[in-house]
């Protein structure tokens, strides 16, 4: 059983030791422990750090391509690699390296095939008051869109297992972790969380400059994961919102007419037709984009096997 242990990376000279440091060098039913780190863009010393402390792979980006894509990046070559197991962690020493044994515990057992470590968010100090509660919100908005039960949607630490690896794909190019996330949901992936803890912050998140950013971004990428991978259920919904609307104009023009006041209130019919035209426009777009996923998952399955058969090969 190998498991390989990914940090992306960028100007991370400064924490990439200490993160190092603190990450598990054996863990029971493991055979083999590697560490990979994702140099996405640096123009600092990672790349050199990194080989003196003794990581063993390093993926290199001529620039700074994002989150989303250097994690993608470090999945396949983790696979490619031959990892049983793959752990993602951040540079900055945000989380514990001891939790990792606890994060592929359930994967060991059978039990998940993808897991998320939850934060104590309430009770880490750094984070703000504004940032605690936007988390929750985020999280429980990702929850219904996903169907899923995570307690901590935007938490970077995770592990996954190589048949789970194999059939990730991030499409926006901001962050993974939520995407992923609705992805699995969607496709019935065994999915567990695990209270983890967090170390003291070393350095201001790089993910986002302000808070506004940060969720303007973050859902952003709900919604267009929603529309992608649960169309018609999207659609669906702001259809019969529409038509719900214009259904209730037209028991207000119904009303009126009743009492002899119709004719003054044409304008209520009127945009009930329109929100009632919307509202089927709506649900017969749902139905195309079901068509349009369906055919995604098609070449989602397509894209896996040829993963599975390069991989397999090797």
């Avoid at 993926?59 to 983790?78: E, Q």
């Avoid at 139905?287 to 991989?311: F, H």
Wanted: hydrophobic fraction near 45%.
């Amino acid at each position: 059983m190998k498991l390989i242990i990914q940090i992306p990376c960028f100007n991370e000279e400064q924490t990439l030791p200490q993160t190092f440091a603190d990450l598990p060098k054996e863990i029971e039913g493991i055979d083999i422990i590697e560490y990979l780190i994702i140099n996405d863009g640096s123009s600092d010393r990672t790349v050199e750090v990194a080989k003196e402390i003794g990581i063993n792979h390093v993926v290199n980006f001529a620039t700074n391509r994002g989150l989303a894509k250097a994690f993608m990046a470090g999945v396949d070559a983790c696979l490619y690699l031959g990892a049983d197991i793959i752990v993602n962690t951040d540079a900055d020493n945000q989380y514990s390296g001891a939790d990792i044994e606890r994060l592929v515990r359930p994967i060991l057992d059978g039990k998940a095939e993808m897991v998320i470590g939850e934060r104590p968010i309430d009770e880490t100090e750094h984070f703000s008051w504004k940032k605690k509660k936007f988390q929750r919100l985020g999280s429980w908005v990702v929850r219904v869109a996903s169907g899923t039960s995570v307690p901590d949607a935007p938490s970077g630490f995770r592990a996954y297992s190589k048949e789970a690896a194999l059939r990730l794909n991030v499409v926006n190019t901001y962050t993974y972790t939520l995407e992923t996330i609705i992805q699995a949901g969607v496709n019935r992936v065994a999915l567990a969380s695990v209270p983890i803890h967090t170390n003291p912050e070393t350095r201001e998140s790089r993910l986002f400059k302000s808070m506004w950013k940060y969720m303007q971004r973050s859902a952003s990428v709900i919604v267009r994961s929603f529309m992608m991978y649960r169309p018609l259920v999207f659609f669906s919904i702001i259809g019969a919102a529409a038509f719900l609307v214009g259904a209730a104009f037209i028991v207000r023009f119904l009303h009126f007419a009743y009492i002899g006041q119709g004719g003054g209130n044409i304008q209520s019919l009127v945009l009930a037709a329109m929100l009632i035209m919307v509202g089927v426009q709506c649900f017969l777009a749902g139905l195309q984009a079901d068509v349009i996923a369906a055919n995604r998952k098609i070449l989602e399955d397509i894209q896996y096997r040829l993963r599975k058969l390069e991989i397999d090969k090797k």
